[in-house]
């Protein structure tokens, strides 16, 4: 849905099933699982949540993920292979560069790296944003070094934008963030071909 140049993320409950894999809502029950994904020096590295990552971490970080929910700014699912057990995350929010814009995020947990699971959770979000958001294009916003978050951007479809890096603040620190961009008229890649997402 699309207000005054701007969007709303697609309400919750927001399930989606594709390329074997079921991108589902956070609840309580999962706060054990976020500070296992998230209480690690890679994730703490490239991303902006808190380092050490513990159970008041977790509960403070999923409040926030609800209010930004609530106030249809930001949607944050858990990467799953079945419903159950949460092995990442990845983010659709509006960018805070240029609403017109949808900004993707994702991190996977260490003990789950390897499997495509971001390149997969991108492209379904991408899809559902691309087909019911209508943004201006899609972004993702790197660190350069990051060559593992780079090679995701790459092998879904997207490209390094002529643009200057981003400056944004976390722990204390500025770092300089790429801009990935996909637009409508490109094509999203990942996963397995042909699978194509679908809302459950």
């Known amino acids: 849905m699309q207000t005054k140049g701007s969007f709303v993320v697609p309400p919750a409950p927001l399930r989606l099933e594709g390329v074997g ?3 589902r809502e956070w609840t309580d029950d999962d706060l054990d699982a976020l500070v296992e994904m998230y ?8 991303t902006p949540v808190a380092s050490p990552f513990d159970a008041r971490a977790a509960r403070a970080y999923l409040d ?14 858990a990467i799953t292979t079945d419903g159950g ?11 805070a560069s240029d609403e017109r814009d949808a900004e993707l995020a994702y991190g996977v947990g260490a003990g789950h790296r390897g499997q495509g699971l971001a390149g997969r959770a ?13 943004p201006r294009r899609l972004v993702l916003c790197i660190e350069q070094g990051n060559t593992a978050s780079e090679a995701v951007a790459h092998a879904c ?8 890096p981003v400056p944004r603040q976390a722990k ?28 459950a």
Do not use: N
């Not at 926030?64 to 699912?77: F, I």
């Not at 379904?124 to 209508?134: D, G, I, K, S």
């Not at 479809?157 to 200057?164: H, I, Q, S, T, V």
């Open 21 to 23: 894999i079921t991108l």
């Open 39 to 46: 209480d690690d020096p890679e994730i703490a590295r490239w």
């Open 64 to 77: 926030k993920a609800r209010t930004g929910r609530a106030e249809g700014r930001t949607a944050q699912l």
């Open 85 to 95: 057990h949460p092995r990442g995350e990845v983010l659709l929010f509006r960018s």
């Open 122 to 134: 991108v492209r379904l979000v991408a899809e559902l944003a691309l087909r019911e958001l209508r």
């Open 157 to 164: 479809g997207f490209a390094l934008a002529d643009e200057a």
């Open 172 to 199: 204390g620190r500025e770092v300089l963030l790429r801009t990935w961009s996909l637009r409508p008229e490109d094509t999203v890649r990942s996963g397995r071909p042909g699978d194509a997402a679908r809302p």
